[in-house]
């Protein structure tokens, strides 16, 4: 008995140590989901793809502004040349030049205009992609956290099922000492006892693993003290009723909202303005540009009496100044962009069948989410029976026992069919609410 009562202290303390948590310290499935989603590498890389969309959708609308550029030269030339009146002769000079020229297109053959509804379109797709990142890692997150919850309430039924041990080893001593019970019993309850305390070791680790899951699914560094808050588990089960609305409606009303549905449905409109984009090739292209220009000529030997015309009235002199409109037509590229529209239509096709794969995948996601639901909730329900059934059995057990018209061997063997009971019902309600809260969530129901 000192034994027992040893380790048992070591367990509660133990216990204690690695659950016992402060209510400012555990976390809500809200706070989890929240913090998993803002360190989630997969999360931020989306988020980083969406940024670089933004920055190549403001570069196609910024393509309408003219480019303005100068240019700066420098040419000395030595031995026979031209000078300033564009007589070649033997001497040495220089030339000093400098320029600027603006260029905008007037028409491009609608090439800006779609290039920008195609970048829109881009952009839009790699939200949506954020989104159902977003979307998949709370549903991960809210897996283990019920998890946790489910893992908890297992090692409960395994601290309960220990103390019934030691009362039983309690009881039976008692019964042996009186020359009630033969000693077979005793050894047989603290058999039974020490069995229980095996359970309550697994039950405490599978307990610390799934804090490591959820921990880890979230990306918390420190899991010092991490532990999650208990809801009230019981009501949110008897607000979950029997589903009424067959999988067509739920798809019905969630494909369209589906994010990686929206991507997709963007990529096809995407596609059509790349094609668009692609057919500006067979129209001219029509340029308006201006240029002003000037230069200093400096030529370092001349014939006497002659001097270089001084900086100012070169450059009043030699500045110029030009306008004008340039019109390219295209005749013959070599087919290159009759094959660029082909290619186009092909990968509109291609969008197409990925879209409608989507699709039929976001279908029989619903149906499979309610095939689930059902039959989880089912599960459930004969799951209680069945711990009702044996609580009853249970308790008749014990009148037996405590009576004398049963043994030690039949005591535990009802017993352990209650504490399997109990597990089954804990296991049922906890992945008929991880199997509800999925399909709710399909029907617009936020997971917190």
Not at 170 to 192: C, I, M, W
Not at 209 to 237: M, Y
Request: with cysteine.
């Amino acid at each position: 008995m000192k034994k027992f009562v040893f380790i048992t202290v070591l367990i509660i303390l133990y216990s204690m140590k690695c659950f016992g948590q402060s209510e400012k310290s555990a976390w809500s499935l809200g706070r989890c989901i929240e913090y998993g989603i803002e360190n989630n590498i997969a999360v931020r890389q989306y988020d980083l793809a969406k940024d670089n969309n933004k920055i190549t959708l403001q570069t196609s609308q910024l393509s309408r502004l003219p480019e303005v550029s100068a240019s700066l030269g420098q040419n000395f030339y030595l031995g026979r040349a031209q000078n300033r009146e564009g007589i070649y002769q033997d001497h040495t000079a220089s030339t000093s030049t400098g320029g600027v020229s603006a260029g905008i297109p007037i028409f491009s053959g609608f090439r800006i205009n779609n290039q920008i509804k195609a970048n829109t379109l881009g952009f839009k797709a790699a939200v949506e992609d954020l989104n159902q990142a977003k979307e998949d890692i709370s549903i991960q997150i809210t897996g283990f956290y019920l998890q946790v919850l489910y893992t908890k309430e297992l090692y409960k039924l395994a601290a309960d099922q220990l103390a019934l041990s030691k009362e039983l080893v309690d009881r039976t001593s008692e019964l042996v000492a009186a020359g009630k019970s033969p000693e077979s019993e005793l050894y047989d309850a603290q058999a039974n006892m020490a069995k229980e305390e095996m359970n309550l070791t697994d039950a405490a680790n599978n307990l610390r693993t799934s804090l490591l899951d959820l921990a880890q699914a979230i990306n918390l560094q420190e899991i010092e003290g991490f532990d999650v808050e208990a809801p009230n588990v019981d009501d949110a089960v008897m607000l979950q009723l029997p589903f009424t609305v067959s999988p067509s409606e739920i798809y019905t009303s969630y494909v369209d909202n589906k994010p990686a549905v929206k991507a997709a449905r963007s990529r096809v409109d995407e596609s059509r303005m790349t094609k668009n984009v692609a057919r500006s090739a067979y129209y001219p292209n029509l340029y308006l540009g201006a240029s002003y220009s000037n230069s200093y000529y400096y030529t370092y030997k001349l014939a006497s009496g002659q001097s270089n015309a001084s900086l100012a009235d070169q450059l009043s002199q030699n500045g110029a100044t030009s306008i004008g409109l340039s019109l390219q037509i295209p005749i013959f590229n070599k087919m290159a962009t009759r094959n660029s529209v082909r290619s186009a239509e092909l990968n509109i096709k291609n969008k197409q069948l990925s879209l409608d794969k989507m699709r039929q995948d976001t279908y029989k996601e619903v149906q499979q989410a309610w095939n689930n639901a059902q039959g989880a909730y089912q599960k459930y329900l004969s799951s209680h029976k069945g711990v009702e059934a044996s609580q009853m059995a249970m308790d008749y057990e014990e009148q037996k026992y405590l009576s004398g018209r049963s043994n030690t061997y039949q005591y535990n063997q009802v017993r352990t069919r209650l504490a399997n009971s109990l597990s089954e019902e804990v296991q049922a309600k906890y992945n008929f609410l991880l199997r509800s809260k999925i399909l709710s969530f399909y029907q617009g129901v936020p997971l917190y």
